[in-house]
């Protein structure tokens, strides 16, 4: 990847809370638990796919704090309790591949590496809300960019498991998304906030664009109730 043209897709992950709310003295470095939370944000596994980037928050442009993990992982975090994460949806990050070459072949998303993504994000905002102002709900963000100008304008999600039997290029099967799309989930916190079963809300959104009926999403479970949500200790077996 060092053709200087090289345009990776993304995929954008944001949330905000619906009310307008302003955090006080958020460009604090000292006794600031959101800059605490982007400097060590939460993790199912330590060579798993989560927001950690090893990096030190920065002021961007007065606007917000920022970390980054070279180019293919950012996260910005606004006074206005807004979070946007982006990384990149190719073989350095995001999808399968051994390398480049192999994966413009066929363009496919690592189906943990999504599922783990969103639950990771969903729980970092969640412990950032914490110390917001009280608000009641979440406008939540999920979509891919640049697939118009990625060189192989597509990509793929094949909704099997490490475990699973399954062909991973199942070309037949699978249909890949040709054009950016932008989802909007918002969500309702009440009395309790379970990023489990947040992300598994992003999840269907974001996967019904790959033709993915919400119940064949993997690393999920039903509750006694039938509530579906994103399975974590399913994640965290994974060695």
Same mark, same amino acid.
């Given at each position: ?10 995929? /954008? ?29 939460? &993790? ?61 072949? &066929? ?11 969103? @639950? ?14 009280? &608000?009641?709900?979440?406008? &939540? ?20 498991? /490490? ?5 991973? @290029? ?6 890949? /998304? ?6 909007? /989930? ?13 992300? @598994? ?39």
């Amino acid at each position: 990847m060092e053709d200087k043209t090289y345009t990776p897709p993304l995929i /954008v992950m944001g949330a905000k809370p619906r009310e307008k709310i302003t955090i006080e003295n958020l460009f604090n470095e000292a006794n600031n638990p959101i800059y605490d939370l982007l400097k060590d944000p939460p &993790f199912l596994r330590h060579a798993g796919w989560n927001l950690r980037t090893l990096d030190y928050p920065k002021i961007r442009k007065g606007k917000c704090w920022e970390v980054k993990n070279g180019d293919r992982k950012t996260i910005r975090f606004y006074r206005d309790g807004s979070l946007i994460a982006i990384g990149y949806a190719d073989d350095s990050f995001l999808g399968w591949g051994q390398d480049h070459r192999e994966f413009i072949k &066929f363009p496919l998303l690592n189906s943990l590496a999504i599922v783990e993504y969103s @639950y990771e994000f969903a729980e970092l905002y969640g412990k950032m809300s914490k110390y917001f102002p009280k &608000f009641r709900s979440i406008e &939540f963000n999920v979509g891919i960019k640049n697939l118009q100008l990625f060189e192989s304008g597509k990509l793929y999600f094949n909704p099997r498991e /490490v475990s699973d039997h399954l062909d991973l @290029y199942d070309k037949e099967r699978l249909k890949p /998304v040709t054009q950016d799309f932008y989802e909007i /989930v918002n969500i309702d916190i009440g009395t309790e906030y379970d990023s489990r079963y947040i992300s @598994y809300k992003l999840l269907s959104a974001f996967l019904l664009n790959f033709n993915i009926p919400s119940d064949k999403i993997p690393y999920i479970a039903r509750d006694d109730s039938g509530e579906i949500y994103v399975d974590i200790e399913k994640i965290k077996s994974i060695i």
